[in-house]
């Protein structure tokens, strides 16, 4: 069985930074796309970053780019989210999800199998 549990979140304040984890377990596929999204209440997930470490490739949502940072550690089964300069804007549920195989849309919800249960990250200005 597959899960992913995250961790990491917690509340700062503007300009401070985070670094969310991702370790999942029960799966042994080489070729999968790891990515993290974002959610608050009222609206949809939305996608910010995703890695596919079979290509050697990480995508970024224009709003996040160079702020945010994916990378991922197979040897703990890990992938990683870097957060600097946090916004309150930046304030919502951060979730990681899993696809076995590529995805031309990294972005969208529908196109990952399993999912995190979600850490707030709360962000003060």
């Known amino acids: 069985q597959v899960q992913l549990l995250e961790s990491g979140g917690g509340s700062v304040q503007a300009g401070g930074s985070l670094r969310l984890s991702c370790t999942t377990f029960?799966?042994?596929?080489?070729?999968?796309?790891m990515a993290w999204f974002r959610q608050i209440p009222g609206k949809e997930r939305e996608g910010v970053a995703a890695?596919?470490?079979?290509?050697?490739?990480?995508y970024y949502d224009d709003s996040v780019k160079g702020r945010f940072t994916i990378s991922h550690d197979d040897a703990k089964n890990t992938v990683y989210l870097q957060i600097l300069g946090l916004k309150p804007e930046d304030t919502a549920v951060y979730y990681c999800?899993?696809?076995?195989?590529?995805?031309?849309?990294?972005?969208?919800?529908?196109?990952?199998?399993?999912w995190g249960q979600g850490t707030q990250v709360t962000v003060s200005s």
């Open positions: 999800a899993l696809r076995f195989g590529y995805t031309g849309r990294w972005y969208a919800s529908t196109e990952y199998y399993f």
């Open positions: 890695i596919y470490p079979t290509g050697g490739r990480t």
């Open positions: 029960g799966y042994a596929d080489n070729s999968y796309f």
